[in-house]
C-alpha cells in the first residue's frame, strides 16, 4: 500500500505519502490564494522525499470538504486526473474528518473550521474516527458546544464562543493520509472524490433583463 494524500479545503496546501504503516513524507504550506500553483509542486516534493515515485502510488486520497469551491476543486481534479493517468483508485474523505483523527481525542467532541463569512463548518464526533452529525454551517454562537471540547481553526477564531483549543488547525496530510490507510486496510468503503459544498455559489447564472417602461 502506498497512499497518496492532499488536501485543498482550507488555507493549509498540504500533501503526504503513507505506506500502511507510517507516513513517508509530508508537507504543508499556509497560503489560502495559492492551491492551483502549490498543490503539484507540494505532491512532487513529498513523493521525491519519500524515495517513491508516482507510478508506485496505490490509492489517491482527497480532502473532500466542506471547504470554499475553488480550493475544493484544485485537490478532488487533481485527485481524479492523477487516478486516471496512474489507473487507481481515487477517493475523498471528509476535511473534518482529518482534523477529527489529528485531534486524538477518544471522548466526544466538536470539530469547526473557518468557513468565513462569520461562520464556521462544523460536525460532532464520538471519538477520533466516528463522526455522529454534521458536516454543517452555522454562525459560531449557534453552533452546539454542549461543553464538549471542540478543536480546529474555528476554535482559534472564535475562542470566546467555541473555547480554546490545542488541537492542530488544520487538515493535515498525514492524518488524511493515515486515516484513510487504517479505512482502506479494514475494508471500510471510502467516498468517491466528490465535493461536500455546504452553500450555494456565489456565480449565479444572470436572470432575464428587467422590462423598461417609459
Not at 477529527?100 to 473557518?114: H, K, N, R, S
Not at 493520509?177 to 471500510?188: I, N, V, Y
Request: glycine residues 10%; aromatic residues 6%.
Amino acid at each position: 500500500m502506498l497512499v497518496l494524500a492532499f488536501d485543498t479545503a482550507t488555507p493549509a496546501v498540504t500533501a503526504a505519502l503513507h505506506d500502511g504503516e507510517r507516513v513517508l513524507a509530508e508537507h504543508t504550506t499556509i497560503d489560502a490564494r495559492r492551491h492551483g500553483e502549490l498543490l503539484v509542486p507540494t505532491i512532487e516534493r513529498v513523493v521525491g522525499e519519500a524515495g517513491a515515485a508516482l507510478r508506485d502510488v496505490t490509492a489517491i486520497v482527497a480532502g473532500s470538504g466542506p471547504g470554499p469551491y475553488t480550493g475544493l476543486r484544485v485537490g478532488l481534479m487533481t485527485a481524479q486526473g492523477l487516478a486516471t493517468a496512474l489507473g487507481v483508485p481515487a477517493y475523498g474523505l471528509c476535511t473534518l474528518d482529518a482534523v477529527a483523527y489529528a485531534g486524538g481525542l477518544t471522548e466526544p467532541f466538536l470539530v469547526a473550521t473557518d468557513a468565513r463569512r462569520k461562520e464556521v463548518f462544523w460536525a460532532r464526533y464520538a471519538d477520533l474516527r466516528t463522526r455522529r452529525d454534521g458536516p454543517f454551517v452555522d454562525r459560531p454562537a449557534d453552533v452546539p458546544v454542549e461543553g464538549l471540547p471542540v478543536v480546529g481553526a474555528g476554535a482559534a477564531l472564535y475562542p470566546d464562543i467555541l473555547g480554546k483549543s490545542d488541537a492542530p488547525p488544520y487538515p493535515y496530510a498525514g492524518a488524511l493520509a493515515a486515516l484513510a490507510a487504517e479505512c482502506l486496510a479494514e475494508g471500510t468503503p471510502l467516498d468517491p472524490p466528490r465535493p461536500i459544498y455546504l452553500r450555494r455559489p456565489d456565480a449565479v447564472v444572470p436572470g432575464a433583463p428587467k422590462r423598461v417602461t417609459a
